[in-house]
Each structure stands twice: as C-alpha cells, then as structure tokens.
C-alpha cells in the first residue's frame, strides 16, 4: 500500500559529502511529515531530521548545521543533504513517514522504508 524507497547511501571519506533521498508513493491521503532516522551498530535508533508538509523543520543536535532536510510535497521526496561528515554519522538511515493512508477509517500512522547505509571512514 505505501512504499518509501531510499537511495543516495554509500562510503565517503570525512569531511566529504552525501544526499539521500526517499520517494514516498502508494494509497496516500495525506503526509504529516517526514524525515530520517539512523541507527548504528550496538546502538538505539535515533532521530536525524524530520520535515513536516509545512515545512517546519527539526534536527538532531548532532548534526545541526551539518545536516539540511527539504521535502517536495508534489513529488513526495524528502531529500538529507549531509555534509562535513564524521565517522560517528556511520549508520544505517531509515527514511519515515507520518501519514494517513487513503482508506475510510485510516488513522495517522508511520511507515518506514528498508533502510540505506551510509559509512563514512577516517
């Protein structure tokens, strides 16, 4: 019914850079935002940055001014601009969505897709 389908991941010196992208499509009525996640190994997922439809934004604080999310509400993306990054950003980035599907009773829920890795080495 919804898919969120990421790309953009890959292997990267420090201090270099990388944009990931998620495309949002399937029975949608409505997104409320939308953002990333990642999680390393040994370690809880956390938060990275999310974007709501109406363009409020929020980061986590260790990757504030590093880190820039956009959102295109007519396409459904969501893009992660990273720049400067550190070894510590090495994780695997969940792209999420919070939205309501296009069903009679559908409730706000959030969607996840499967995940890119992102490594960064020293």
């Known amino acids: 019914q919804v898919q969120l389908v990421e790309s953009g991941g890959g292997l990267v010196q420090a201090g270099g850079s990388l944009r990931l992208s998620c495309v949002v499509s399937g029975s949608i009525e409505s997104i409320n935002a939308t953002g990333w996640y990642r999680q390393a190994p040994g370690k809880q997922r956390e938060l990275v940055a999310t974007?709501?439809?109406?363009?409020?934004?929020t980061y986590a604080d260790s990757v504030k001014g590093r880190f820039t999310i956009s959102g295109d509400n007519a396409k459904n993306t969501v893009l992660l601009q990273m720049n400067s990054l550190k070894p510590e950003d090495t994780a695997v980035y969940y792209c999420?969505?919070?939205?309501?599907?296009?069903?009679?009773?559908?409730?706000?829920?959030?969607?996840w897709g499967q995940g890119t890795q992102v490594t960064v080495s020293s």
């Open positions: 974007v709501t439809t109406g363009g409020s934004t």
């Open positions: 999420y969505g919070r939205l309501r599907l296009l069903q009679i009773g559908a409730i706000v829920s959030t969607y």
